[in-house]
């Protein structure tokens, strides 16, 4: 099983803006939310890339409102799941700009 891991941080948008976007960048990237923390400002998201599973979780800090954007997959490699986890950052982007 692989996984990887980005953090960015979207200017000076809030903690809430971001766990906002961080949801709907989920579902313009091609996958479906299927659960949310709103207490934690955490973000699950699955879907299929190549035909795997893959699992997403998006985890925005209350504190600096930066996100720590994660994919996983039991099937995939670290060359799948890079463009997974660039796709919902660049979406956050455009939602956040």
Not at 74 to 91: G, R, W, Y
Request: a negative charge; charged letters at 25%.
């Amino acid at each position: 099983m692989a996984s990887v891991q980005i953090k960015n941080t979207y200017g000076d948008k809030s903690d809430s803006e971001v766990f906002d976007a961080a949801k709907q960048a989920i579902v313009n990237a091609g996958y479906e939310v299927w659960k949310t923390r709103d207490l934690a400002k955490l973000v699950l998201g699955t879907g299929k890339e190549n035909g795997q599973e893959v699992r997403l979780n998006v985890v925005v800090s209350m504190v600096d409102g930066s996100a720590t954007i994660s994919a996983e997959g039991d099937d995939l490699d670290e060359t799948a799941l890079n463009p997974v986890v660039e796709k919902v950052h660049a979406e956050m982007v455009k939602l956040l700009a």
